[in-house]
């Protein structure tokens, strides 16, 4: 007896053939085989096109559904305010520019409340996924949607030890930033940074030579004086050797004040 697998394969080949060459099979006993008596066609072709569409229909009809797939149940909810888009963007200027103040801006999301926009989570998740405090503080800043994320991403968990660190360890001090003793005391007085660092590069006393400790006396100065400091900054003498990198520090602390202020408490 033809089965309905074999019945298929000869309709291809006679249509590969053409009827002209071979004439369609006769159709299997059962419900083909009574659908071509009771609508028979008067060419081969037609009949073969008949044969077709019945077979299609029959062979659709047989498929057996799959097994459901189990339904995927949402992340737990977060009521905190999502980031702004703005901010979205300020952080990948960060990580892409300025990147020792990654540290500080995922802080900023947790003290000001905020939970990370879903898009930034799993490029979080996976630019941290070697460094567990950094790691656990995205999970923190995202959280609920980080977990959900991992479970089914398993790619974006930590790599680096299986137990995450305490929250309180989380969301603590920022880490030191290395910054030689000349810069370190003006951080005590943080009023004379704007003038001292200005009239410094204005006479190229400071140069290239000092260009990282610089960026860590404005990535760690107070927030509250860092617009004094551009302001010093945009008055540097534009004949300084030094003036490139007082418009570096300048975009720098800029960026700073500007990251600070959206992500100022809600």
Not at 41 to 61: D, E, F, W
């Amino acid at each position: 007896m033809t089965t309905l697998d074999q019945y298929w394969l000869e309709l291809v080949g006679t249509a590969l053939l053409g009827t002209d060459r071979r004439d369609p099979p006769s159709p299997p006993t059962g419900a083909l085989a009574e659908f071509a008596l009771e609508h028979q066609r008067p060419t081969g072709s037609q009949r073969l096109l008949q044969q077709v569409a019945a077979c299609v229909a029959v062979r659709r009809a047989g498929v057996v559904p799959a097994a459901p797939v189990p339904a995927m149940a949402p992340p737990q909810p977060d009521p905190r305010p999502i980031t702004a888009p703005g901010a979205s963007h300020t952080w990948r200027t960060i990580a892409s520019e300025w990147p020792l103040l990654e540290d500080e801006w995922v802080l900023a999301v947790i003290e000001g409340g905020y939970r990370l926009a879903p898009d930034l989570v799993p490029l979080l998740l996976a630019r941290h996924r070697g460094d567990a405090v950094r790691h656990g503080r995205v999970v923190v800043a995202a959280g609920p949607l980080a977990t959900w994320l991992i479970e089914w991403v398993p790619a974006l968990a930590c790599t680096r030890g299986s137990a995450r660190p305490a929250v309180e360890a989380l969301i603590s001090a920022l880490p030191e930033l290395p910054i030689t003793p000349e810069f370190s005391v003006l951080l005590q007085r943080p009023d004379a940074i704007a003038e001292r660092v200005a009239q410094g590069l204005s006479t190229a006393r400071l140069g290239a030579a000092h260009r990282a400790v610089l960026q860590h006396l404005v990535a760690r100065m107070p927030a509250t004086h860092l617009a004094p400091l551009v302001a010093a900054l945009d008055r540097v003498n534009p004949a300084s050797t030094s003036i490139g990198l007082a418009f570096a520090l300048a975009d720098l602390a800029r960026l700073r004040h500007r990251m600070l202020t959206e992500l100022e408490p809600a």
